[in-house]
């Protein structure tokens, strides 16, 4: 097949949803989602595509100033293809830049770079020559980089962001030396306010090497590499750093301005920027933060971008709205307060980007665009750092791409979707819709019968129709159902759709432009998702699962009804139909299971006319025999099968992947395929063949699509239209000429591939052509016929269908599918055939049940021998048989089950029981006391594990090791420890006293003599944990001691914890005996009780509880079971078995027995007789005392009378029995409380020893855990010694790497400058040399210099006044000085025409002068780039030798954060921490929360307290004694005062009283008064009595009023209860009378209008009047007000004047 030609990409349709991106005004370019580029129109108008020339397409960039473009391979280790457009001429070839995938492309706004941004495993930034491929800088990225991007202003600057980092590269150059210095960007806090400015650390400010990576642009070899982070290892680092991750921004998108500001948009909807010479970051927006959040905010400042509060939405266009202007500089809110137009309310809201930016551009004069998830695009103005909204556009679709046109006019958008869209960037106006589609895969692709339309249908039901010449969509409709399937009828102009709901959907291309619903036939439950059809058009194939296998016809005329069905035995994978001659032969490809692939075929013919006798009955199920069928078996497993011409079929292997042919044979069952060719690589696939039956095409998963001679399959033609990874390809066909072949896959691509034909395979080409016309010119007439018959069918509403769906959906019922409607037709049918025959057969059954009824109830009334057993009734023996058959199955099944179930539960039962009970070998119990409510528990233990044992023995033999060195040595030098003790004492206190009372407190502590558990740190000694081999505290110096003490410690708690236990062990066992005791007594007290028949008596049983014997937990009682126990029949017949047994051998003890039979006569069966029994039985009253006294004998009356003595004693003897059963039970019951009482006092003493047991145990854990910290510390020391070691290392290799490279820049600048003067000083002769080249001239020589100094305005530079320091990372491109250069010669070409030629110069001086003229432009343009290359190349030795610096002050500040480390290491292993006891009131310390704070405490001998109270106690004596006099001489100062306060106050009253009298008015009877007094003041005295006997009289009067009055109050009280009762009964009446009143008022106010009138008026002449007369009292009393007060003047004039005594 190769010979024939190849395969040519002619069209392809799908975007990806973003690369998509403008190559020139008018013109996009986009990757497709699998293997090919695509090139449109803006105006939607596809132009062509092409073939990727790798593997797959990655990311695509475009340059429209440079006409290139540049995309990446989607393969591993990918390669970047940079063309030429239009002509697609490869550039260049970037290799080696990645392991696995390319994350983003970036090119500079020049085209001249490319960078490239790796995603995993390398994450690798790279700058790469355009035209020459290679690198020019290469550097390490951060993990998770995502997109990078020039600085269209600077393209030395690039950006870098991904989820946790922003990151600026500046790329420096030395002549052959680059190197890319890093600059992290502060990112901005989550919740951060508006306008917040976030700074970078003074280090992130310098050029760092750390991250930089210096390549000599001929090797390309890195020069160094990234130092280790010791942040987060190292033990002093701080926390809050990590915590801040989680509080950070996540920068999602970015892009430059023409001014260098940098936006970067964030997943939550916050914005902000960057400052790219200083790397600050200033957040703009933020919506997370709320008004409400701002304290002392001015509410005027609060100003933040907005969207309006409704947006227009339409799904079919996408609509625009205005966006006020919203923001402003330093806002610090995320709402706007706006006002309405009356200015009295307003209304917040939203922000814009709520959700999040997911793609920005930025376009010069109009402003910011941002779009993300929300599908709302917005143009934001960000001039002079404000941000203020304009409008937005809603796309109604998620964006994810932004994209503006080479004139800044157009933005393009493409949603994740797939659907792009045109827009105007000015305004966001005139929306143009390039292609929309959904984000669902192809289940179809077809080619219709005239082959000029090819129609693809996908899962949400849209169907495209697509035109095969001029590559665009004629029309799409959308059925609003999930379809499954697709295939084009040939023999009409139509399409059949198969749908998840089981239906068949025709849809009619009568009009191509217009495709209508015409057809719906619901054949299945299950997706409908194999259809089928013959070449022909006859019929049609449908398979759905595991249903029957449906044959209808594909003709309108017969209105596409079913032809018949057969069954299926499996799951269809697949159906093919060949035609040969007037037979159709299907085969369809069945699995057995849904999910699996095809192990057999089913095969079937049909003949060209259907008989009725074909059929098995009414359902229209073909008989086997009729249409031949049979079942193929396949040895070799297949994914997918086609059947071809001549018994011969074709498959492709589901383990080897491989084509496999078969021999269809009709005589083998089984068959294996008979070659095998090469495949595809990835499992699955799809096969078809050519319309002439000649070639067979190949897709699969992997992409690659193959084209192969029936004849000839190990030759292929092979393309690759789409990626593997986005699913490769899903659908293949060919065309109704197959000269082309259709194509869909990556769920987005369609791609149409033409034949290019050698002059081999033109001839074949030719052929395949002639077989479509012929076949196209033979079915005419009947596709005339048939699209007539279609033209008369109704359209449907798929609106319609949509809400039959839903309602199909909500009920419960579903809709019946052909097959169940022929079924019930033809049951019906059978119904009315059979009728009486049905009717007379129930009542034959129902007779007969009725008859063996009756005689089962009379076999129950017989007897036992004649009754006949049950299963003698049974009349069908074997359906019987097959029912309890299935039932013993069951229940096998159901045992099997259970028994599995209860094998899995004991095997875990013994897992927990190995693991939490076998492997201790002290189980935890609980001890609970009688009667107090106390509980102790043990501690359980864990066997301890060999390698404890092994390091705890090792650990005791060092230890006894050292023990004896250090007492062999103390016997030498016994003094040196003391000696190293004062040492130190002085060395860390100095001469005071309070090194003094350390060393004290050490003596103290060596000597023991008070409290030596002091400093041990815990009491572990007294229970039990005391060990000679422990070290002491002050000991603990070195590691090794730490880790032996650590496992000694261990060892203590362990031997602490085995001592308690033996404790709790020995008052368990006596508990146990005391319940053993208590049993033994208790028996005794219930014989007491049953003797005594005390029935309210308790008796107290203890027992031990489960948490007591946790081992009962383990045995389960057959009492605990509740269910009754299931046994067998073969255990039933055990049991009754034995229980025979026990009978006859009872029976056979019950025989003669002479021994029992003589005890039951002689003794009553009894050995021995209590003496309380017979005491409590009554005694045998003799018969003859039930006679009358008369009727009695004298032997009967004496023995009467001693049997009554004899009663009397019993009765006697019996009650001092039951008395001293009486003591005696209360002596047992008191004995038991008594033992119980000393079993509880020695339970509680227990109780005491555990909470002194735990706390032993939690002071000797403690100081493990202190051991253990101290250990770690140690560790975290030597761990962050040997990192910084490492750093010291790599900050020298980087001192010798930057010490190479600054003296090969400084060798490089010096040559570079050597050169340069060179080039200024010849610049320079030429200005000399010009008098001297044209002193024949001398007349003109003036004019000729002056024309030779002309120059074009603006590009004079003078040679040399170039700075040689100039600003880092300022753009010197040498492309742009080339640039320049050629355009001033084109504007030089100007000045050298002849019209500039001076008056008198001849043409030849003239060339000479344009000459000369010439080569000093070329040697000025040369000093120029000299001077700007040579200050490149001094700013790079610069950034160098600044680096240089740094470097070497990292290494000192390393140089002394070790040593530091080193000092602090060695203080950290002297300082030790001990644990001390202390007692209470040693511990004079403020109480915290939880435990008290040692940071800043003194640790003091208790003789310094003590002195330091005794002092306290004098001074605070000498203190009271002296407050003592100070109280009582203020007393007495107290007093002083108050007696002068009092006199004070005497004084005051007394010149009161004189004034008093004074002023007093001496009235008559005052004078009488006096001069009464004057003479005796006998007068005064009758007056006293007078008054005296008439208060007497007034008294006897008063009681005697009382006593009246008090007479009247009970009449009056009488009264009052009287009148009660009247008001009662009054008030009744008055309710009735009420009633009367208001039916006369509403009477009156009918009838009496006017009389109100008239009452009216008399009324308001009663008021006047009555207001006349109060205005004449009101006047009267205030004139007789007057009088009064002019009597009360006159009196006072009688009155003497008295002096006062002050005057």
């Not at 915590?243 to 892009?255: A, E, F, M, T, Y």
């Amino acid at each position: 097949m190769d010979t024939y030609g190849s395969l040519k990409l002619s069209w392809a349709q799908g975007h990806p949803g973003k690369w998509i991106n403008f190559i020139s005004t008018d013109t996009l370019v986009y990757g497709g989602a699998g293997n090919v580029l695509n090139v449109v129109r803006s105006s939607g108008e596809h132009c062509y595509s092409r073939a990727s020339l790798g593997v797959g397409i990655g990311p695509v960039i475009c340059c429209a100033a440079n006409s290139i473009i540049a995309y990446s391979e989607s393969a591993l280790e990918p390669k970047i293809f940079i063309l030429r457009f239009p002509s697609f001429d490869v550039i260049s070839t970037l290799e080696g830049g990645a392991e696995m995938d390319y994350s983003c492309l970036a090119i500079s706004s020049d085209g001249a770079y490319i960078a490239s941004l790796s995603s995993l495993p390398d994450f690798c930034l790279r700058i790469w020559y355009c035209s020459t491929g290679a690198v020019v800088a290469e550097t390490k990225v951060a993990n998770g980089s995502t997109q990078v991007s020039f600085n269209p202003a600077n393209w030395k600057q690039l950006c870098v962001i991904g989820d946790d980092h922003v990151t600026l590269y500046l790329l420096e150059q030395c002549d052959t030396l680059t190197q890319l210095t890093a600059m992290e960007v502060p990112l901005p806090r989550r919740n951060g306010f508006v306008g917040s400015v976030s700074q970078p650390p003074r280090s992130a400010g310098k050029k760092r090497p750390s991250h930089a990576i210096a390549v000599d642009s001929r090797s390309t070899t890195a020069v160094n590499q990234p130092p280790t982070d010791l942040s987060n290892v190292l033990y002093t680092n701080s926390y809050e750093d990590a915590g801040d991750k989680d509080v950070l921004v996540i920068p999602q998108s970015h892009c430059w301005t023409h001014n260098s500001v940098l936006y970067c948009g964030c997943k939550e909807g916050q914005m902000f920027s960057v400052d790219a010479d200083v790397g600050s970051s200033c957040l703009l927006i933020n919506p997370v933060v709320l008004v409400g959040e701002i304290d002392g905010g001015d509410m005027d400042s609060v100003l933040m971008p907005v969207i309006p509060e409704e947006l227009p939405y339409s799904e079919a266009q996408p609509t625009v709205s205005p966006l006020p202007s919203v923001g402003a500089k330093h806002s610090t809110s995320d709402t706007l307060l706006v006002d309405n137009e009356d200015n009295t309310t307003a209304k917040s809201k939203t922000l814009p980007g709520n959700g999040d930016y997911s793609t920005m551009t930025f376009i010069s004069k109009l402003g910011l665009f941002t779009a993300g998830e929300d599908g709302i695009i917005y143009c934001i103005d960000v001039k002079s750092g404000e941000v203020v909204g304009k409008s937005s556009l809603s796309i109604s679709q998620p964006v994810c791409h932004l994209a503006a046109s080479p004139d800044n006019t157009k933005l393009v958008v493409a949603t994740a979707t797939g659907s792009a869209f045109l827009a105007r960037a000015d305004g966001l106006s005139s929306v143009i819709t390039m292609f929309e589609q959904d984000d669902t895969s192809y289940v179809g692709v077809d080619c219709t019968v005239d082959g000029k339309f090819v129609v693809s249908c996908k899962s949400s039901g849209q169907l495209q129709v697509w035109s095969l010449e001029k590559t665009t969509v004629m029309c799409s409709l959308c059925l609003m159902e999930e379809c499954c399937s697709m295939v084009c009828l040939p023999m009409c102009s139509a399409i059949a759709v198969g749908t998840k709901s089981g239906c068949l959907l025709v849809v009619s291309l009568l009009q191509p432009d217009s495709p209508s619903l015409v057809s719906k036939q619901c054949f299945y439950y299950a997706p409908l998702s194999n259809i089928c059809c013959d070449t022909g058009g006859k019929c049609l194939a449908l398979a759905s699962g595991d249903h029957d296998v449906l044959i209808i016809s594909g003709k309108p005329t017969e209105q596409f009804k079913a032809l018949g069905h057969t069954t299926l035995a499996g799951y269809a994978q697949g159906i093919s139909i060949q035609v040969e001659a007037s037979t159709i032969t299907i085969c369809v490809a069945v699995s057995e299971t849904s999910d699996g692939y095809a192990n057999q075929l089913l095969l079937f013919s049909l003949p060209s006319i259907i008989k009725d006798e074909y059929y098995q009955d009414h359902t229209k199920t073909f008989t086997d025999e009729s249409i031949n069928k049979r079942i193929i078996l396949l040895n070799d497993v297949v994914t997918a099968f086609v059947l071809a011409t001549g018994s011969v079929g074709f498959g492709l292997l589901a383990t080897t992947k491989e084509l496999a042919k078969f021999t269809v044979s009709s005589d083998n069952e089984m068959i294996s395929a008979d070659v095998v060719y090469p495949g595809h690589h990835l499992k699955g696939g799809h096969l078809s063949l050519s319309p002439h039956q000649k070639w067979l095409l190949s897709a699969s998963p992997d992409g690659e699509v193959s084209v192969r001679l029936v004849t000839t399959l190990d030759r292929c033609i092979t393309v690759t239209p789409h990626h593997y990874r986005c699913g490769g390809c899903q659908r293949a066909c060919f065309s109704a000429d197959g000269q082309r072949i259709i194509t869909v896959g990556d769920g987005k691509t369609i791609t149409c591939w033409d034949w290019n034909f050698s002059s081999h395979g033109k001839p074949k080409g030719v052929l395949a052509s002639e077989f479509a016309e012929k076949k196209l010119s033979a079915l005419a007439p009947s596709i005339e016929k048939q699209n007539e018959a279609l033209a008369t069918y109704t359209t449907i509403d798929v609106n319609e269908t949509q809400n039959w769906n839903i309602e199909q959906e909500a009920s419960e019922d579903k809709e019946k599918t052909w097959l169940d409607v022929v079924i019930e037709e033809a049951k019906r049918e059978d119904d009315k055939k059979y009728a009486e025959i049905q009717n007379s057969l129930r009542i034959e059954i129902q007779q007969f049940r009725d008859k063996v009824l009756h005689l089962i109830k009379a076999n129950e009334a017989l007897p036992d021998i004649e009754k006949l057993d049950r299963s003698e009734f049974i009349l069908d023996l074997e359906e019987h048989q097959k029912h309890q058959t299935e039932e013993a199955e069951l229940i096998a099944k159901v045992r099997e089950e259970v028994n599995m179930e209860i094998l899995a539960q004991m095997y875990l039962r013994e897992l927990i029981k190995e693991e939490c009970w076998d492997s201790m070998t002290v189980k935890g119990k609980v001890l609970k006391a009688f009667q107090l409510r106390i509980e102790v528990s043990n501690y359980p233990l864990q066997k301890r594990p060999q390698q404890e044992i092994q390091l705890l023995n090792r650990a005791v033999q060092l230890r006894k090791i050292e023990m004896t060195e250090d007492k062999a040595r103390a016997t030498y030098i016994p003094k040196i420890q003391t000696t190293m003790q004062h040492s130190k004492v002085d060395d860390e206190y100095g001469d005071d006293d309070l090194g003094t009372d350390a060393l004290d407190l050490t003596q103290s502590e060596e000597e023991g003599e008070k409290d030596p558990e002091a400093f041990v740190g815990s009491r572990g000694g007294q229970y039990g944990g005391d060990s000679v081999l422990l070290y002491d505290q002050f000991q603990l110096h070195s590691t090794q001691r730490k880790k032996h003490h650590l496992i000694l410690l261990k060892d203590c708690v362990y031997r602490i914890k085995e001592r308690f236990n033996q404790e709790f062990e020995e008052v368990f066992q006596a508990k146990v005996a005391e319940i053993q005791h208590i049993r033994e007594r208790n028996v005794r007290i219930k014989k007491i009780i049953n003797d005594l028949k005390l029935t309210d008596e308790k008796i107290n049983e203890p027992e031990l509880d489960k948490d007591e014997q946790p081992e009962s937990l383990l045995t389960v009682k057959d009492e605990e079971v509740t269910v009754e126990k299931y046994y067998s029949p073969e255990e039933k017949q055990k049991m009754e078995e034995a229980a025979q047994l026990d009978e006859e051998r009872r029976k056979a003890e019950l025989g003669d027995n002479p021994r029992e039979r003589a005890l039951n006569m002689m003794m009553g069966g009894r050995l021995e007789v209590s003496a309380e029994e017979d005491l409590f039985k009554d005694l045998p009253r003799p018969d003859f005392m039930n006679k009358e006294p008369a009727e009695m004998t004298e032997d009967e009356i004496r023995l009467a009378r001693e049997f009554e003595k004899k009663e009397a004693a019993f009765l006697e003897d019996r009650e001092k029995l039951k008395k001293a059963l009486e003591g005696e039970l209360k002596k047992l019951q008191a004995s038991i409380l008594q033992s119980m009482q000393g079993f509880d006092d020695r339970l509680f003493k227990l109780f005491r020893l555990k909470l002194k047991t735990e706390l032993t145990i939690n002071q000797e854990e403690l100081k493990l855990l202190r051991l253990a910290a101290s250990l770690l510390t140690e560790e975290e020391i030597n761990q962050k010694e040997d990192l910084l070691n490492q750093q010291l290392m790599e900050y020298k290799n980087q001192k010798v790497q930057l010490n190479n490279a600054i003296s090969v820049a400084q060798r490089q600048v010096g040559e570079f400058k050597r050169d340069y003067e060179f080039a200024v000083v010849e610049d320079k002769d030429f200005d000399r040399a010009f008098r001297k080249d044209f002193a024949d001239c001398e007349p003109y020589i003036d004019v000729l210099y002056k024309a030779f100094r002309k120059r074009p305005r603006g590009q004079r530079m003078r040679v040399g006044e170039s700075g040689m320091n100039l600003p880092i990372g300022q753009d010197y491109h040498r492309s742009s000085l080339t640039t320049q250069a050629s355009h001033l010669g084109d504007l030089m070409a100007e000045y050298d025409s002849p019209s500039h030629m001076p008056d008198g110069v001849t043409h030849s001086m003239w060339e000479r002068l344009v000459a000369a003229r010439r080569r000093k432009i070329e040697s000025e343009h040369k000093a120029k780039s000299m001077a700007l290359q040579l200050a490149e190349m001094q700013s790079f030795l610069q950034n160098r030798t600044a680096e240089d610096e740094y470097i070497q002050q990292q290494i000192q500040e390393t140089f002394k954060e070790l040593s530091k480390l080193r000092e602090d290491r060695n203080q950290f292993a002297l300082n030790l921490e001990l644990q001390l006891l202390l007692r209470q009131g040693q511990v004079e310390l403020e109480p915290g929360q939880l435990i008290p704070d040692f940071s800043h405490s003194v640790l003091l001998h208790r003789s310094i307290i003590e002195q330091l109270n005794s002092q306290i106690k004098t001074l605070g004596d000498s203190k009271l004694s002296s407050m003592n006099e100070c109280k009582d001489f203020k007393r007495g100062i107290h007093m002083l005062d108050w007696e002068h306060e009092k006199m004070k106050m005497e004084a005051e009253d007394l010149i009161t009283k004189t004034k008093e009298i004074q002023m007093l008015h001496v009235t008559k009877e005052l004078q009488q008064w006096l001069i009464d007094e004057e003479q005796g003041g006998s007068k005064g005295r009758n007056t006293v009595d007078v008054l005296e006997r008439t208060l007497e009289l007034n008294n006897q009067m008063h009681a005697k009023m009382m006593r009246h009055h008090q007479r009247a109050l009970k009449k009056l009280q009488n009264s009052i209860a009287e009148k009660k009762a009247e008001n009662y009964e009054l008030d009744k009446q008055l309710k009735e009378l009420q009633v009367s009143v208001t039916e006369r008022q509403q009477i009156d106010e009918l009838a009496g209008v006017s009389q109100a009138e008239a009452g009216a008026k008399e009324r308001m002449r009663d008021i006047i009047v009555r207001k006349r007369l109060v205005q004449v009292a009101k006047a009267q009393a205030q004139e007789i007000a007057i009088l009064r007060a002019e009597v009360e003047r006159l009196r006072m004039r009688t009155f003497p004047a008295l002096v006062q005594a002050g005057n």
